[in-house]
């Protein structure tokens, strides 16, 4: 079994294009060989196993190579939680499209995103092909990271007054005096008082 590539150096250089149909078919193979071995994968890019190609395979409702793949378009903004094989035991809050519309040199066009089926697949197939041609174009799960905007804090909370904030994946509450420094660091949002 080929070595998954952690090294995020390596995974933020884009992949070059496969200059045959022949020659994608034969890296999307390999690919798909280890998400058939492997018990946690449903997506992997050529550059994941130290293979500079424009090739990827998504394994989620069935096995799909995609060589030479671009991104068309986007559509309908939702915020997810990815993990990734070259970053074992790490997941992190992602801002992706329901749909996604790519080209291919092996497919043609397609559009990946829910539609009259199993949605709740569709929807992991569309996310699982953003992610992997993120991979071919040198970005890693980290680049598409979701992240609160700041809001602007006045100074109408006194020491005292209790806030709730979050920092999208814990929510405290506090007394202001507490909390004034987390908002202000812009890490931590205030979402109400009490």
């Not at 671009?70 to 992190?92: N, R």
């Not at 992997?132 to 909370?157: A, C, Q, S």
Request: proline share 3%; aromatic share 6%; glycine share 8%.
């Amino acid at each position: 079994m080929d070595s998954i590539i952690t090294n995020i150096e390596l995974l933020t250089k884009p992949c070059k294009i496969v200059e045959s149909l022949e020659e994608g078919r034969a890296i999307g193979e390999r690919l798909l060989k280890y998400l058939g071995e492997d018990d946690e994968g449903i997506g992997l890019a050529a550059n994941q196993i130290g293979i500079n190609a424009r090739v990827c395979a998504v394994v989620v409702k069935e096995p799909l190579i995609l060589i030479n793949p671009i991104i068309q378009s986007l559509y309908d903004e939702i915020i997810t939680v990815e993990s990734c094989l070259s970053f074992p035991g790490q997941s992190v809050r992602t801002k992706r499209f329901k749909y996604v519309s790519i080209a291919t040199d092996n497919i043609g066009s397609g559009v990946f995103g829910p539609c009259n089926g199993n949605e709740e697949l569709d929807l992991l197939e569309s996310i699982c092909v953003q992610h992997e041609i993120g991979h071919l174009d040198g970005k890693t799960m980290f680049d598409f990271e979701y992240k609160l905007k700041p809001r602007m804090v006045t100074n109408k909370f006194k020491r005292n007054d209790l806030v709730v904030i979050s920092n999208g994946e814990e929510i405290r509450k506090l007394k202001w005096k507490k909390a004034q420094a987390l908002v202000e660091n812009e890490s931590w949002n205030i979402i109400s008082t009490i």
